[in-house]
């Protein structure tokens, strides 16, 4: 679940449509697809280090151009993007015949893996854009926004309605315990959050933060373990394990963005955040 939901969801109250573009929900839409343009980036950029220097020019040729692309969707504004994906082209990989060593195969098939991953992400994305103009998400956008607007609304109501309902019945659900547990562990002034004294004591008190099925945390739980886990360089005491392909646990508001974002920025020989490949 969200850290903190209402703050969230007011967010996404739009009051004017002067500004399709600024709209927290189509920012979000871009925020979210960053995502996995970043997945795909490094899984490109994965090829392009494995095939330097071998007979793989074009595939080399293919993840240099793949990474100047979604380097400029990544940076550039939102509404580029809907020309940008109609006109991107992939040009053909097309080696002329060869007898390649086992060794040369091997590298190839490692190498096609990646290309492949990479690939499926851009594509699924692109697919999307397909024939999609600026207006025509603008329309759509100005469409929903009643709507939207409406179901943000009815959902906060229904929210302080169901807190009231569970109050007057002394009864408190596992969410309510982290958003309590929460609130005794992070101050919160705007955007800004700091921990408490109570969190700051726990990261004195514990040696090793050890968090299992982390491919699972939502929001609310990473913001408990950044409150209790120390942070100074070099004497990070967080240590995190998981499987992406695992996660299941959708239903319960499961971000395995987070696990996502954590195997892209860590690297293999880091001097605190390292990653580890089981």
Known sequence: SSAYPYDTLEKFVVNDLDNVWEMPFVKYTKDYEDEYLKESLSLYKKV???????????????????????????DGNYQKRFIAFNEYKRAKLQYGKRNNTLEEEELKTLVDEQLKKAR???DKLQ????DVTEADFEESVKEGFTVTNSLVRFVIFYMHTFEDMKRDKGII???????MALEILVNKEGDKLTPTQTALRYREFFNEVMIDEYQDSNDVQETILNAVSKDEELTGDRFMVGDIKQSIYGFRLAKPEIFKEKCIEYSKE?????????
């Open 270 to 278: 880091g001097k605190r955040d390292e990653r580890i490949n089981l």
């Open 120 to 122: 499926n992400i851009f």
């Open 127 to 130: 697919k999307k854009y397909k």
């Open 173 to 179: 659900s596992f969410s309510d315990m982290e958003h």
């Open 48 to 74: 392009a280090e494995l095939a330097d220097g071998s007979f793989l020019v074009k595939h080399v040729e293919e993840a240099k151009d793949a990474i100047s692309f979604i380097e400029g969707l990544i």
